[in-house]
């Protein structure tokens, strides 16, 4: 059996505020299997970002151990963190992102060539994604002549174009109304399975994350698993 994609140890997370420590995650446990999709629900300030944050090794968190692909991260250099990261994460967030002065194939091809691929192969790839998710009339727009669910589908297909063996999405159809919003989830959900990648994806939304594998909902700081 392969290691999972991302183990979550006994993660804690206290955040200092002027009203003393809010402490949002005590303890959370978490394996995701290679190609698992897992939600994650829970109301606004439950802690989901915290979570993704603290798994994507963008934070520190209080306690506890974050494994990728059976590594423990927790104690790396932020240099060898990034690298982990650049090599093994991909992100989505529920603000695009983008670059507006470029077209949303060398959105999704830029990344490419910072890891190191040639351009013509970046733009090869980032057209296959893009046509996957649906925007093959899209490629050359900027970001701001696109609308928000084919914004985020370029973030999605950004996330993906380095082929990254777990996808972190933090409300990825957070802003969008709720049709294009079912839509936009069902490409992130589809390509997701098309790709093989582990994904944990955060949402609000019960309706859109009982599609996925597993649902857990964060309550007082602990995953609770839901059940449809
Ligand atoms: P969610 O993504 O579920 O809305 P978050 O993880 O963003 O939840 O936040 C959980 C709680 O932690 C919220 O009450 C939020 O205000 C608080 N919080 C998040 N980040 C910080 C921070 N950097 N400093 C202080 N409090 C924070
Ligand atoms: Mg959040």
Redo the contacts with the bound molecule.
Sequence with gaps: MSDPVLSIRGLE?T???GAGP?T?LRGVDLDVEPGEIVGLV????????????AAGLLEHPNGGRILIEGRDCSDLSDRARTQVRLATIGFVYQFHHLLPEFSALDNVALPQMIAGASRRTARERAAVLLTELGLSQRMEHQPAQLSGGEQQRVAIARALSNRPRLLLA??PTGNLDPHTSAGVFESLYALAREEGVAAMV?T?NFELARHMDRVFA?KDGHLEPQRF
């Design positions: 997370r955040y200092t505020t809010l949002v829970g109301p606004s300030g439950s802690g989901k970002s915290s979570l993704l944050h933090d409300e955060a609000h964060l």
